[in-house]
């Protein structure tokens, strides 16, 4: 069993900054890449940034330069520093990992948190 809990959401102003984290728990063996998506009412999922295990990072080209994703590979657990935020970053925000969960296990999973309410007023 592997569960990805996130915390940190929230309210908050337009202007104003938030930090996610998840952490990664259960039968891992690795975790390859690691990503934060969102959803907004009545919009598909979309990837909001990515980072592998040696730390390269990618982002959707709404919040380059305003969010940062970083990961604590000894702690499992990945991060999503949200900076300047906008009325239109508000969504439900998922954590994703591909884990493989034993050594056998070549390719890995993927799996997903429950979700964090992130809302910004204007």
């Known amino acids: 069993q592997v569960q990805l809990v996130e915390s940190g959401g929230g309210l908050v102003q337009a202007g104003g900054s938030l930090r996610l984290s998840c952490a990664a728990s259960?039968?891992?063996?690795?975790?390859?890449?690691m990503a934060w998506y969102r959803q907004a009412p009545g919009k598909q999922r979309e990837l909001v940034a990515g980072?592998?295990?040696?730390?390269?990072?990618n982002y959707a080209d709404s919040v380059k330069g305003r969010f940062t994703i970083s990961r604590d590979n000894a702690k499992n657990t990945v991060y999503l520093q949200m900076n300047s935020l906008k009325p239109e970053d508000t969504a439900v925000y998922y954590c994703?990992?591909?884990?493989?969960?034993?050594?056998?296990?070549?390719?890995?999973?993927?799996?997903w948190g429950q979700g964090t309410q992130v809302t910004v007023s204007s």
């Open positions: 994703s990992a591909a884990i493989r969960t034993m050594p056998s296990r070549v390719v890995p999973s993927y799996y």
């Open positions: 259960g039968s891992i063996f690795t975790i390859n890449s």
């Open positions: 980072v592998t295990t040696g730390g390269s990072s």
